[in-house]
């Protein structure tokens, strides 16, 4: 079975520019999840999606980031116009509910976001 | 004050040393704790859940102390593949939400 996947897997920018992340969780993951990594600092939580819905989106930083599930499958995240604090290592995961009570949270690979 | 707070290391250790590791989180509520393993550039997997009555998976040993909201992981019979990050991660909420992650600990075992 295939894993959560991202792409791209690197992205370089200038600040001011509009990137897009893409995750394609496991087939039959109702629950999506983005994280975020800026260097020096620990994984935190951006926002949880069940199927299309938004269900906490409470970490997202700022209104220039913006998630979006479409049909429930795989999701987008567009950070536009990207800071130069927007660098770090984005993580999607999913999870089959309810197993996200144990913290089975499969994560994809991240997609590691410099913006110069 | 950190949601979930962990000694950064490095710890270095021979192969075949016991090592453990220590965290602490701030939120009473918390109602799930697990140890995710990080290696080096990639994703964080799921290396066991932490249960109330303390649980083991091989040379793996996880303890739970609601009263001090404390978790341990100890590794037993340390192997060099060990070697990676080791994060403390906490679920505050019901089923299906958001894990806060520690910063994690750093585990480097040499032969």
């Known amino acids: 079975e295939a894993g959560v996947t991202q792409f791209p897997s690197h992205s370089v920018i200038e600040k001011g520019q509009t990137v897009t992340l893409r995750c394609d969780p496991i087939?039959?993951?109702?629950?999506l999840y983005w994280y975020r990594r800026v260097m020096g600092k620990e994984i935190k939580f951006l926002l949880h999606f069940v199927k299309e819905s938004k269900q906490d989106e409470s970490g997202m930083p700022n209104n220039r980031f913006l998630a979006e599930r479409t049909g429930g499958t795989y999701s987008t995240l567009k950070v536009q116009p990207a800071e130069l604090e927007d660098s770090g290592v984005y993580f999607c995961?999913?999870?089959?509910?309810?197993?996200?009570?144990?913290?089975?949270?499969?994560f994809g690979p991240g997609t590691r976001l410099t913006v110069t | 004050r950190k949601e979930v707070e962990q000694d950064p290391g490095p710890f270095n250790v021979p192969e075949g040393a016991t090592v453990a590791f220590n965290c602490t989180y701030s939120?009473?509520?918390?109602?799930?704790f697990f140890w995710y393993r990080q290696d080096c550039r990639k994703e964080p997997k799921l290396l066991m859940s932490v249960y109330s009555s303390g649980n083991e998976d091989g040379r793996f040993t996880a303890q739970l102390n609601r009263a001090s909201q404390y978790i341990s992981l100890l590794i037993r019979d340390s192997k060099l593949s060990d070697s990676a990050t080791y994060l403390c991660?906490?679920?505050?909420?019901?089923?299906?939400?958001?894990?806060?992650f520690g910063k994690g600990t750093t585990l480097s075992v040499s032969s």
């Open positions: 991660v906490v679920n505050a909420l019901q089923a299906g939400t958001a894990l806060i």
């Open positions: 995961a999913s999870s089959l509910a309810p197993s996200g009570l144990r913290g089975e949270q499969y």
């Open positions: 939120n009473s509520a918390s109602q799930s």
């Open positions: 087939s039959g993951h109702d629950n």
